[in-house]
């Protein structure tokens, strides 16, 4: 919970500015840097294919938005830190978009299968190093194959 009392000289976290017990991030915002971490580290190259088709889907749905999104799907890397920030902060879009989505699932969309996507592939970008390539075109291309022909994506 963000502090807004500017007097206040508890420790505070770096990140969210909420109160802490002396260390320089929250428990929450640790537990969150972990999952981040462990994600990129962890994705097998079909998490990654997946979440590129993730960027992919999610830019094609938005008119003149999601340009961020665009470029990671095309060039499969996060470019630089700009490209990084943008990426956060479209993503962040969106997730907001689905969680206060009301009306419910309908056969077009599903308001909390997108938000494990998008949440999936804000964790792996958070922590890619800049100008890593995710897959080659090869890799991506094969993987893409197998993930439609099994109905995945
Ligand atoms: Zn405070
Ligand atoms: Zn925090």
Redesign the pocket.
Known sequence: MKCTDDSCDLPH?R??H?H?LGAT??E??TIEEETAERAWDSATPEVLAIALNTAAEWHSDQAGKGLAALRLSSTRKVQSEDHRADLIRELGDDIAYCESYEDGKTEDFDPQHELGRLRCLLNIIKRAPVGKEWLTTREMFAQHERLHREGVI
Do not use: D, E, Q, Y
């Open positions: 976290c990140k969210c909420g802490t991030i929250c929450g915002c």
